[in-house]
């Protein structure tokens, strides 16, 4: 079965850091690229960047370029989007998503992580 | 960047039809995707390509796509229907290429 599984839900205080992962299976990892999307409590949903795990190459959103890092461990199947300096306005609902091959529909998504950041 | 504009909300009765539209400039010229998301869920891919249907979605679920309108239609709408639906396309010459639609909730009267 093709699946993305994500990490669990994290609670943070402002200014800390964080790594969420999404582990792919059931299929070849360094054949999709893996995108994150984000949904805050309520909204709809935002593309934030994507990896191609072959390589690591990226491509971020304007909107959380410098906010976030995405990487990826090809070795583990495993994809991360990272935050060094969390912000109350990150509280949201993180999905990774991977596309159709070779093309720009997400069938595949991660059950999704929720990111609450309270002081 | 290229914006996709929806109704927040349709409502329909049980075994009637419900129409979602996708707004957007020449829309008609990109292939539009389809999201159904259920409370609590991850969304799950339910048209793709303007019109096809991945294994498993029901044939009630089509689309359309010409001019600057996109329409998803379901038919013989069910209570299990009842969910948020974005429209999603690919802009090429965006540096936000992925773009998702604002969000319609359906509910089932």
């Known amino acids: 079965e093709v699946q993305l599984v994500q990490s669990g839900a994290e609670v943070k205080k402002p200014g800390e850091s964080l790594r969420i992962s999404c582990k792919g299976s059931g299929y070849s990892f360094t054949s999709y690229w893996i995108s994150w999307v984000r949904q805050m409590p309520g909204k709809g949903l935002e593309w934030m960047g994507r990896?191609?795990?072959?390589?690591?190459?990226?491509n971020y959103s304007p909107s959380f370029q410098g906010h976030v890092t995405i990487s990826a461990d090809k070795s583990i199947s495993t994809a991360y989007l990272q935050w060094s300096s969390l912000k109350a306005s990150d509280t949201a609902m993180y999905y990774c998503a991977r596309p159709v091959l070779g093309g720009d529909a997400f069938d595949i998504w991660g059950q999704g992580t929720m990111v609450t950041v309270s002081s | 960047s290229y914006v996709l504009t929806q109704p927040p909300s349709v409502s329909v009765a049980p075994g009637k039809t419900a129409r979602i539209t996708c707004g957007g400039n020449n829309i008609g010229s990109k292939s539009v995707h389809w999201y159904q998301q259920k409370p609590g869920q991850a969304p799950v891919l339910v048209i793709y390509?303007?019109?096809d249907r991945p294994s498993g979605i029901p044939e009630r679920f089509s689309g359309s796509n010409s001019g600057n309108t996109a329409t998803l239609t379901i038919s013989r709408v069910e209570a299990g229907d009842e969910a948020d639906y974005y429209c999603?396309?690919?802009?090429?010459?965006?540096?936000?290429?992925?773009?998702f639609g604002t969000g319609t909730k359906v509910t089932v009267l």
């Open positions: 390509y303007d019109s």
């Open positions: 990896i191609d795990p072959s390589d690591s190459y990226t």
């Open positions: 999603q396309v690919w802009d090429s010459s965006s540096d936000r290429p992925y773009v």
